[in-house]
Nanobody, 116 residues
Framework: QVQLVESGGGLVQAGASLRLSCTAS????????MGWFRQAPGKEREFVATITVRGSSTDYADSVKGRFTISRDNAKNMVHLQMNGLKPEDTAVYYC?????????WGQGTQVTVSS
């Protein structure tokens, strides 16, 4: 079983940076690919970024490529999302989960709001 807790969100102006963190409990974390997802008001939850078990490979949604960087620290059971050059359209609740996601793993998420 895995429990995920996201943190690091906030209210920022366009162009600013934020670093999100996801802390995982449970031993399974170190054996699964992990990812970040987001859900904007009135929209479906969407994929943002993913990272393989050992961090050797990453992938991103086209909308965040070149601006966001996903990383993981398996020793600390953590996954991070460095977000640079934030845009108003990045406003959403951000979640981490395994990839593919497991419904039972969804946490509360962390709110990111970008003002123009």
């Amino acid at each position: 079983q895995v429990q995920l807790v996201e943190s690091g969100g906030g209210l920022v102006q366009a162009g600013a940076s934020l670093r999100l963190s996801c802390t995982a409990s449970g031993s399974r974390f170190r054996s699964v690919d992990m990812g970040w997802f987001r859900q904007a008001p009135g929209k479906e939850r969407e994929f943002v970024a993913t990272i393989t078990v050992r961090g050797s490979s990453t992938d991103y949604a086209d909308s965040v490529k070149g601006r966001f960087t996903i990383s993981r620290d398996n020793a600390k059971n953590m996954v991070h999302l460095q977000m640079n050059g934030l845009k108003p359209e990045d406003t959403a609740v951000y979640y981490c989960n395994s990839v593919p996601f497991v419904r039972q793993y969804w946490g509360q998420g962390t709110q990111v709001t970008v003002s123009s």
